[in-house]
């Protein structure tokens, strides 16, 4: 609760332009904030608020290739970081290995918080590229090359057209 409470009032001093995504299959809405700095999902009892708590504290660090801080960090060294911080779990650097060697496919329609969604955004067919977080309700958060780390929603056109595979990472 102290964690949505925070959230909400982060937003409050933020005049950017949100965009109100609905949910038909959990009948729920949330706002995405274009500002990127902000989360704006509402947090259950069974939701991982160290997740969330962490996802927070990176949102609106700048895009760097090779770059695994908060200061700059493309998507597989955003990921990693978010495991090893919150999960104690060490992942490859790089977002194609990821998948490979760190987790079992599983069904889009399966997705869970910490489950990853992986995309292929060049040209080459079914070759990953880029990584992102799920959260909930078709949310999921990622290091965007244009972006920075911002939340996105899974259904975008962008993202549809560019989605490769989702997976579960393997307990180690």
């Given at each position: 609760?102290?964690?949505?409470?925070?959230?909400?009032?982060?937003?409050?001093?933020?005049?950017?332009?949100?965009?109100?995504?609905?949910?038909?299959?959990?009948?729920?809405?949330?706002?995405?904030?274009?500002?990127?700095?902000?989360l704006?999902?509402?947090?259950?009892?069974?939701d991982?608020?160290?997740?969330?708590?962490?996802?927070?504290?990176?949102?609106?660090?700048?895009?760097?290739?090779?770059?695994?801080?908060?200061?700059?960090?493309?998507?597989?060294?955003?990921?990693?970081?978010?495991?090893?911080?919150?999960?104690?779990?060490?992942?490859?650097?790089?977002?194609?290995?990821?998948?490979?060697?760190?987790?079992?496919?599983?069904?889009?329609?399966?997705?869970?918080?910490?489950?990853?969604?992986?995309?292929?955004?060049?040209?080459?067919?079914?070759?990953?590229?880029?990584?992102?977080?799920?959260?909930?309700?078709n949310?999921?958060?990622?290091?965007?090359?244009?972006?920075?780390?911002?939340?996105?929603?899974?259904?975008?056109?962008?993202?549809?057209?560019?989605?490769?595979?989702?997976?579960?990472?393997?307990?180690?």
């Amino acid at each position: 609760m102290a964690l949505l409470v925070i959230m909400v009032a982060g937003m409050a001093g933020c005049h950017s332009k949100k965009k109100v995504v609905e949910n038909n299959r959990t009948n729920t809405t949330h706002r995405v904030s274009d500002e990127w700095r902000t989360l704006d999902i509402k947090l259950g009892r069974g939701d991982n608020k160290r997740l969330y708590k962490e996802v927070k504290s990176w949102l609106g660090t700048p895009y760097k290739y090779a770059g695994s801080s908060k200061s700059g960090t493309d998507c597989s060294g955003f990921v990693m970081e978010v495991y090893k911080e919150v999960y104690h779990q060490k992942l490859e650097r790089n977002s194609q290995k990821i998948f490979e060697k760190n987790c079992y496919e599983i069904n889009k329609g399966d997705l869970k918080e910490g489950d990853l969604i992986f995309f292929n955004t060049g040209n080459k067919k079914r070759r990953i590229n880029h990584v992102g977080i799920y959260l909930k309700e078709n949310m999921f958060v990622h290091a965007s090359s244009s972006r920075g780390v911002v939340v996105s929603d899974v259904r975008e056109t962008y993202y549809v057209k560019h989605f490769v595979v989702a997976g579960r990472v393997r307990k180690d």
